[in-house]
């Protein structure tokens, strides 16, 4: 079974946790309870392939100020969800640094990431647009970028099933079969 | 709740700026949980973002962190809840005139100290000597106060209030003797069983073994056990599966272990069971 290894950073209480709780096990944390760092595991069926391949998606949440933590995973992990709330600009000035950290310990460019403006439910409290999120992506060389809630369930599985994709595209499965091939003809 | 005021102890090790410094954060964090129907930042909240900052473990790994953060949130949050009777002492010691008088003296050594400081002078007996000084220092002079905290910071700390002091060093021997082995050894226990603990703070969201997915039987079943491995924090580092190969041998993964061991000692600001018998026996010596 192929695992994908995700990582969802953002700032505090910006809902990680909860989008991250909402898609392994379809509740929403009312209660907010800050994170250190906690794990997930969740079995899904991979639809991008044709056959229906079971995979597995570790997921971790970290709070973004515990940094020893953070550059372990950051190294580890294959795919990124930055996060931020669309009701505090401060979050996503937040996520610059962290992404820069982020390629910075990858040393590459093309790290499978997708930026989320989580709790887009309260659009009454929005202080960052659409747009800025947007072009917040575009800046990173085309990121993905979604606008989620965990509150109502909007975009997050979208979230989960993009990074999986991006992983995928980044690093096929069948690279991995060829490779194995070629070990035998070396002779 | 007696034991864990008593294991709080160690502050009166810390220098008197710490000390005022640990005071007044501590009473502003009581002022914040006070709205927390607003803010959601209740004093477990506030422990659990703020404990890991205050008591920092001397290797900052992620393993000294989650080995020590039950233990670390636990301290806050009584830290926080009972600040007022923690720092009361200092009533007869304001923390702007010992502030003033420590920090010419003091700031270039404690800033380094706090984290890297080994706990060799817990072990050191408490020498007479000491003590028999004391009388001479007044409360109306804390300049006096600051001058030996470089060497013996614990006694200097105690000296302002304990007014008889030949009786206190005998009722601070027998606090020693009671609070160190039980509360220390509490939370020594507490950390090398530290499943318990670890496991109801993660098996919080621990995703329902029924699976969406119809697969078979044994799959589920691995995964039931895999969920369980999975909400150890450690889980990523400790995965044995032959695709981590590569970054295994980066060498995070298999620190895990050995950090564990480790942990403890990490914290300079935690006495193990350890030191604290250690330092009776040499205080009875």
Redesign the interface.
Known sequence: MREYKLVVLGSGGVGKSALTVQFVQGIFVEKYDPTIEDSYRKNVCEFISLQCELIRLLIVCLQEQFTAMRDLYMKNGQGFALVYSITAQSTFNDLQDLREQILRVKDTEDVPMILVGNKCDLEDERVVGKEQGQNFARQWSNCAFLESSAKSKINVNEIFYDLVRQINRKTPVEKKRAKKKSNCILL | MCNDVSSLKCLTWLASDNTAMTHLGSRFLNDVQSYSNVN??SIQ?LA??FG??ILRPKA???ES??GG?ADVQHLMSELIREHSLLFSRENCNPPETSLQAALPIQRHSHLVEWVHEPPAHLREPLLSKDHMVLPDQTVACPHKHSLPLNTKRRESFQSPCDKNITHSSETEQQFQENSSPTSSALIYDNYSQNSPAQESL?T??V??PS?P?P?CTS?SKE?EA??QI????R???DME?P?WGP?KA?G?SGGSSEAQDSTLSVYDNIVTKEQGEQYIEDREA
């Open positions: 959601k930042m909240n659990t973002v890991p900052n900052e790994d992620p962190i989650i953060a993660h919080r969201h995703p329902t699976t997915l697969a799959l995964l895999g969920v999975c909400m150890q924090s889980s990523w580092p599966e695709s970054e980066l995070e």
